[in-house]
């Protein structure tokens, strides 16, 4: 599996130093705007976008058909994209929490309350829309993948918004805001280890030509 | 004599296509070539044989072991029609993936096959003539010391001065007596160079599988007019075809049909008019 990971960090090197360098800029500018934190909702769905630059690679050059072949397991390849996404959303997480850091010590309003609150927005967001959007890469072709990309982001907003009220019948929300985007985290990760898992049971059934 | 590959009653059911219990074997130290039209079930014997796509019926031996585990597979090189790696990658970089994929990777190996090849290491592939491009795949599967390599139409669209380095390079595989070869290929004349055996898939389903020596000495191809054809012992005709002036007539054991028909003009026949008989021709 380290091999096929560093297949897609040469294939996304690019585009995650772009990612990277941008989330740092941008995080600065904000600061003049509105609260840096917040930069790590968004940090972690940018950094993630390289996942479908290497997927959008592997469809043209059929690297599946190729891979396959050699000593990685179906589940391997299918757990190595899953685990590439994660590590760029941390890597997100990581690049918007420079500017963030840096701020802090300039006595800029950033608290570890508002960064662990917009972290966990950021990374629920992601994590529930990858858990759409991945196995449908492996289902479609790469032109339908980047639409269902783009969509799942709206999804996983909308679900984030509905497991919100959900929570809000059982914790006030508005005054366990942390510990209600905590428990969505929570979800978010469970939802993406079972996502994982189907993808991995339907990729072991299909036809790679 | 123990097979690399052992194919029994391979079946896959397509809408409008079904590979039809297809059997055959890759002795160890051959080349045997797998030949047929576009569309025949080349490719789909080799990606159920290779576990790409789910087989219905039958069973694969590959290398003694009837599972394709992680471990058989660091012994089988493939190389497909196109060369299937990341066009961003240059073969240096793909070195660093491969060595990290292969327990059994040979970078010395990696290397100077690229030398021999010419291949820059540098440079990004989709720069790669498609000639580069393949000799960049087989330097991959020769690279992690294969006993069996598959290739699948492997040399179709490259010049013949390429396809010639290509197949200098698999007969030099096959020196070491356990290593083996299934290449299918449209170009015949290319298989009549190396192969072995010849595999014709026709329809989905093997027509034959004969050692190379026996087609291209046995068979034979009898041209001759309507009144000579209607003349003949009809159990004697594989193949047969009208053509516009004359009867095409396939036959085998050239010398022996040669004696019973005296007047006959019996040509040797080549794998590319065996196929074309096969597929063009009726049966008596």
């Known amino acids: 599996m ?17 990612t990277v360098v941008s989330l740092v800029v941008l995080g600065f500018g904000l600061s003049f705007l509105l609260e840096t934190s ?36 179906r589940s391997q390849i299918i757990g190595e994209k899953f685990a ?14 420079i500017p963030c850091g840096i701020l802090a010590l300039f006595s800029f309003d950033i608290t570890i309350g508002s960064l662990c609150l917009y972290g966990s927005i950021g990374l629920s967001t992601t994590l529930l829309a990858g858990s759409i959007s991945l196995p449908c890469a492996y289902q479609f072709d790469a032109e339908k993948s980047q639409i269902v990309f783009m969509m799942s982001f709206m999804a996983s907003t909308g679900i984030i918004t509905a497991l919100v009220l959900l929570t809000n019948l059982f914790i006030p929300v508005k005054d366990n805001i942390l510990l209600a985007f905590h428990i969505i985290l929570v ?3 469970i939802t993406f280890f079972l996502s994982y898992r189907i993808s991995v049971k339907v990729y072991q059934k299909s036809d790679i030509t | ?68 585990d992680n471990e058989t597979k660091e012994q089988i090189g493939v190389v497909f029609d196109g060369s299937n790696y990341p066009e961003i990658l240059s073969p240096a970089k793909l070195n660093r993936v491969m060595r990290n994929i292969y327990h059994t990777w040979d970078e ?34 020769l690279s992690h010391h294969s006993k069996l390599l598959i290739l699948d139409e492997a040399t179709s669209g490259l010049d013949p001065v390429v396809r010639d380095d290509i197949l200098d390079m698999l007969l030099d595989f096959v020196q070491d007596e356990e290593h083996s070869i299934l290449v299918s290929s449209h170009i015949t004349s290319d298989l009549e160079k190396i192969a072995d055996y010849i595999v014709f898939i026709h329809k989905g389903q093997v027509v034959f599988s004969k050692p190379k020596d026996e087609l291209t000495e046995q068979y034979g191809i009898i041209k001759c007019g309507a009144s000579q054809f209607d003349a003949l012992d009809k159990s004697d005709i594989i193949m ?8 095409q007539i396939l036959i085998s054991g050239r010398d022996k049909m040669q004696k019973k028909y005296p007047k006959a003009m019996i040509i040797p026949a080549t794998i590319d008019e065996i ?8 049966k008596q």
Do not use: C, H
Not at chain 2, 11 to 29: A, E, I, Q, R
């Open chain 1, 2 to 18: 380290k091999g096929v990971l560093l297949k897609d960090l040469y294939i996304a090197k690019s585009n995650i130093l772009v």
């Open chain 2, 108 to 141: 010395q190996t990696y290397m100077r096959l690229l030398k021999n090849f010419s291949l820059p290491q540098d440079k990004q592939i989709k720069q790669f003539s498609k000639g580069m491009k393949m000799k960049l795949a087989i330097s991959i599967a």
């Open chain 1, 38 to 73: 917040a930069l790590l909702v968004l940090a972690p769905v940018a950094a993630t976008t390289s996942v479908f630059i290497s997927i959008t690679s592997d469809a043209g050059s059929k690297w599946n058909k190729n891979v396959i072949t050699m000593p990685v397991s």
């Open chain 2, 275 to 282: 196929m074309l008989l096969y597929v063009k021709g009726e």
């Open chain 1, 84 to 97: 590439f996404y994660i590590i760029l959303a941390v890597l997100g997480i990581a690049a918007a929490l």
């Open chain 1, 187 to 189: 979800i978010a990760l």
């Open chain 2, 1 to 68: 004599m123990n097979n690399a590959l052992t194919i029994s009653g391979l079946t896959k059911t397509y809408k409008d296509f079904v590979l039809d219990k297809v059997s055959f074997t890759v002795p160890n130290g051959s080349i045997v070539g797998l030949i047929g039209e576009n569309g025949a079930g080349k490719s789909t014997t080799i990606n159920a044989s290779l576990g790409l796509i789910q087989k219905e019926a039958g069973t694969v031996s590959i290398l003694g072991r009837k599972e394709l």
């Open chain 2, 240 to 247: 047969y075809r009208k053509m516009d002036y004359e009867w």
